[in-house]
């Protein structure tokens, strides 16, 4: 549940990347969100860049694909997720 949920936003924030810089209201139309949540967003893209952005977006299918069992012997699907963490945060 917590994988599909940190996919969302990065896509979201990803698209931010190609979005003008406009007023919050037509960003927030843009990205099919409430305008309340545009600066969450605002803050991904200050803090990542593009190609953070997509590294992370790789990491999260990647360890999707491991909590399933692709590559993977069976580590606990907490010790992926912090794992994944560890990676997203450096």
């Not at 994988?3 to 896509?11: N, Q």
């Not at 790789?58 to 360890?63: K, V």
């Amino acid at each position: 549940m917590v994988l599909p949920a940190i996919h969302g936003f990065f896509s979201k924030a990803y698209m931010m990347f190609s979005l003008p810089q406009n007023d919050e209201k037509s960003t927030a139309a843009a990205l099919g969100i409430s305008p309340f949540f545009i600066k969450d967003y605002q803050l991904a893209v200050k803090n990542y860049s593009l190609e953070g952005v997509e590294s992370i977006l790789l990491l999260l299918h990647e360890y999707n694909l491991r909590s399933i069992g692709v590559n993977d012997s069976g580590t606990e699907d907490a010790s992926l997720l912090k794992e994944m963490v560890v990676k997203m945060m450096s």
